[in-house]
């Protein structure tokens, strides 16, 4: 890619610093399986290290900014325009069942818009970056969404409320109007990914209920600077803090709409 910005530097650097300590507890989790106890607390502690670590380097770079964090909550910086929306590991149960399919997704809003994101998957070594105005990146190849217009053609993402988690009749109800009418669901466990995904052409819409900003902040910028439409689910609303999104190329994202506002 040409000259990335000075911004995009430092998120690219303080996420690869964090995902060595990320991956070699990767390492440590597929041990740890047989274990009565399991791998649940040091999987949390992993989680909390890898916050605190992106919070530190973060900070260096930009002292002022706020933050809003997964695991630590809201930080109010002395700018409160600028913030760092972070989810240290996206696919936290994939991690914990030794899956290698998780991420850390740093991104940054400017008065309330996200413009810049980085997504970083350490186990397959795929960083994928963006700004707003500059593109979308995957490494050093330039993304652009999918070209797929038809619904029979399409690979999509989602993902599926589970215990403790509200809405699973409508999620089933979505699913049922879905399945017949596209080529296949995908439900992979990381939303950052599954954003990403979108962005790289890979997946040709993804939609989940019940997000939280960290889950989708950077992966919006991905999408948005690939040339695809981010909204809430009814085609409308704010994909950041409204709790649903639909995530797709400019010509599927409606009949996508559609199709879920039948369930
Ligand atoms: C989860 C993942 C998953 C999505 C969940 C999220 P976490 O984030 O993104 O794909 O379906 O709703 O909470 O807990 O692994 O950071
Ligand atoms: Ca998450
Ligand atoms: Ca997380």
């Not at 999987?43 to 380097?57: C, F, I, M």
């Not at 962005?199 to 910028?221: H, M, N, Q, S, T």
Request: aromatic share 6%; charged share 25%.
């Amino acid at each position: 890619m040409a000259l990335r910005s000075a911004l995009l530097n430092v998120m690219v650097m303080a996420a690869r610093k964090a995902a060595r300590g990320l991956a070699r507890d990767f390492g440590e989790v597929e041990q740890l399986q047989v274990s009565r106890k399991g791998p649940a607390d040091f999987v949390s502690a992993a989680d909390h290290r890898v916050e605190k670590l992106l919070v530190t380097e973060l900070r260096k770079a930009r002292p002022d900014w706020s933050f809003r964090l997964e695991e630590g909550g809201d930080i109010e910086g002395r700018d409160p325009s600028h913030r760092w929306v972070i989810d240290p590991l996206d696919g936290t149960t994939n991690f914990l069942h030794g899956v290698p399919h998780f991420a850390i997704s740093i991104g940054v809003e400017r008065e309330g818009e996200p413009v810049c994101g980085v997504i970083l998957d350490p186990v397959k070594d795929e960083l994928f970056l963006a700004e707003k105005g500059g593109g979308a990146f995957l490494n050093d190849r330039r993304l652009r969404v999918s070209a797929r217009s038809k619904l029979p053609d399409a690979l999509i993402a989602t993902g599926l409320p589970f215990n403790g988690k509200e809405g699973h009749d409508l999620s089933a109800r979505e699913l049922a109007v879905m399945m017949p009418e596209i080529a296949g669901i995908r439900r992979m466990g990381a939303a950052s990914l599954d954003l990403a995904y979108v962005a790289a052409g890979r997946y040709d819409g993804f939609w989940e209920r019940g997000l939280k900003p960290w889950d989708v902040c950077a992966g919006i910028v991905l999408v948005r600077e690939a040339g695809g439409v981010v909204t809430g689910i009814q085609g409308t609303g704010d994909p950041v803090g409204g709790g649903s999104i639909l995530a797709a190329n400019d010509s599927l994202h409606g009949a996508l709409k559609t199709l879920l506002a039948k369930a």
